[in-house]
């Protein structure tokens, strides 16, 4: 089993695909199998690292408040561990918060940026009131791990979605119910998008930056992302349309995979040299 010793915790990982790296970052409670589809389009082109974060999946679960700058640090030592320089990095909801903290504090170690579904945090996020009262609610620490999963569904995917795509449905049930992660994650975790706050130091990102996120997103709306794209110099914006939160977990239509590849090709080390 691929454990790395980084810092104070052991990081669970995984490599797959060859190539320039890639380090995919899963957001809030998400351990990094919940972003396999995306993945596996991925690693055709490039070697795709993901880890498990701190307090999910088969990584270490220390019971702390965690917060974006720290889970940078574990990205940073998962790179030394793995005798990596530099690497492309891909951060979706709370990983991109993490990515973001990422770029700022290591710089130098960054290629390209990838940031999905996510906001810059602080007095400047957009934010939608329904899903901030779900995410509070104390009774859904009380749910059993399926039935949270199952309620965490309409929040992800448009309804359209679900109907038409019962396998990703469920196959995301069923990657969250394999290795779930405790209440105090959560509680940990919630620190995470809470203190997190980059708007005003995102103008220091000068790596070339996409910037993706769903119309229809219910849990990090749009216009977040649209923040992210002004505040940072020369990055690019894509706003897929009739995707929800979840575009990250799931892409029947090949539309995100395809837009991050394109990204990744124009701005590879390879097509830097020709």
């Known amino acids: 089993m691929p454990i790395a010793k980084v810092g104070d915790i052991n990081l669970y990982y995984e490599v797959h695909g ?6 995919l970052i899963m957001g809030y409670a998400q351990r990094g199998g919940q972003g396999a589809e995306l993945r596996d389009k991925l690693a055709g082109k490039y070697r795709v690292i993901v880890p498990d974060n701190r307090g999910t999946g088969r990584s270490d679960k220390p019971e702390i408040p965690y917060t974006t700058k720290m889970m940078a640090g574990d990205i940073a030592g998962l790179l030394d561990a793995l005798g990596i320089g530099t690497a492309n990095v891909l951060g979706y909801s709370m990983g991109g918060m993490i990515a973001q903290e990422f770029a700022l504090n290591y710089p130098g170690r960054l290629d390209n940026l990838i940031l999905g579904a996510t906001h810059c945090g602080g007095t400047q996020t957009v934010r939608n009131p329904e899903w901030t009262a779900f995410l509070f609610n104390p009774e859904n620490a009380k749910l059993p791990v399926e039935d949270m999963a199952r309620a965490m569904i309409p929040w992800i995917w ?4 679900v109907k038409n795509n019962p396998d990703a449905v469920e196959r995301f049930v069923a990657v969250t119910c394999e290795y779930p992660a ?3 994650t959560f509680v940990s975790q919630v620190n995470v998008a809470m ?5 005003d130091r995102l103008p220091d990102i000068k790596s070339p930056v996409l910037i993706i996120a769903g119309m229809e997103d219910l849990m990090i709306p ?3 992302s649209k923040i992210l794209a002004d505040r940072i110099p020369n990055a690019e914006l894509a706003i897929i349309e009739n995707a929800g939160h979840g575009l990250f977990i799931s892409d029947p239509t ?3 995979s395809e837009t991050v590849l394109d990204f990744l090709r124009r701005h590879s080390k390879a097509h830097a040299k020709n």
């Open 158 to 161: 448009k309804k359209e979605f």
């Open 18 to 23: 060859k190539g320039e790296p890639l380090v």
């Open 222 to 224: 749009h216009e977040n």
């Open 254 to 256: 090949g539309k995100v």
């Open 182 to 184: 405790p209440p105090q």
């Open 195 to 199: 203190t997190h706050d980059t708007y």
